[in-house]
């Protein structure tokens, strides 16, 4: 299974790395680490590339990560989905009709336990599972939500994204260059 053709979501830490990903044959990414004042910009280069970018609302610099954070960024921004680990973040991105992608950190049992009954909460469009270098708990998530999949965090090589996917996750979220290259020559 992948994720409107594409087994991996490149995601940008720089304007460098979003200019790669527009400049590409990828429709979808991730948009990390940058500065609530570079947003319109940024967006405005999106959607003139007629890509689709989900961005992390918790890695937003000055804007603190809350329900009304979200809000502007539903409403000014209107990105094409936001991930977050915090649950107001989701529930505000589902009211806005905003795609809504819940980060989870699966860290150890009582963190997997509670990350479902916040996943039984909010039920997200999307989880991002981190890290997704573990296909096992890949299959489980999915089994036990019924929600698509990203996997996310320590996949360096080809064959751990397509572990992921054999498994169940829908795509795969990474900044890796080598993962990037690799995928979009397919």
């Not at 429709?27 to 405005?44: E, N, S």
């Not at 603190?64 to 539903?74: F, H, I, Q, R, S």
């Not at 999915?142 to 996750?169: C, D």
């Amino acid at each position: 299974m992948s994720f409107h053709g594409q087994k991996i979501l490149p995601a940008a830490k720089q304007m460098k790395q979003l200019d790669k990903i527009l400049e590409s044959t990828y429709q979808y990414g991730v948009l990390l680490d940058t500065h609530v004042a570079r947003l319109g910009h940024m967006y405005r280069l999106i959607r003139e590339a007629e890509k689709r970018m989900f961005l992390h609302a918790d890695l937003v610099q000055g804007l603190k990560n809350d329900e009304y954070a979200a809000e502007y960024l539903c409403q000014e921004i209107r990105p094409d989905g936001l991930i977050s680990t915090r649950s107001s973040v989701i529930l505000k991105a589902k009211q806005k009709g905003i795609v809504a992608i819940q980060r989870v950190f699966l860290l150890d049992t009582l963190a997997l336990e509670k990350n479902y009954a916040l996943l039984e909460k909010t039920q997200p469009d999307y989880i991002e599972v981190l890290p997704g270098a573990m296909p096992h708990m890949i299959e489980e998530v999915q089994k036990r939500t019924g929600i698509p999949i990203f996997a996310g965090g320590l996949i360096r090589m080809p064959s751990q994204v397509e572990e992921a996917i054999a498994a169940g996750a829908t795509a795969v979220t990474t900044s890796s260059k080598e993962l990037f290259k690799h995928y979009l020559s397919q």
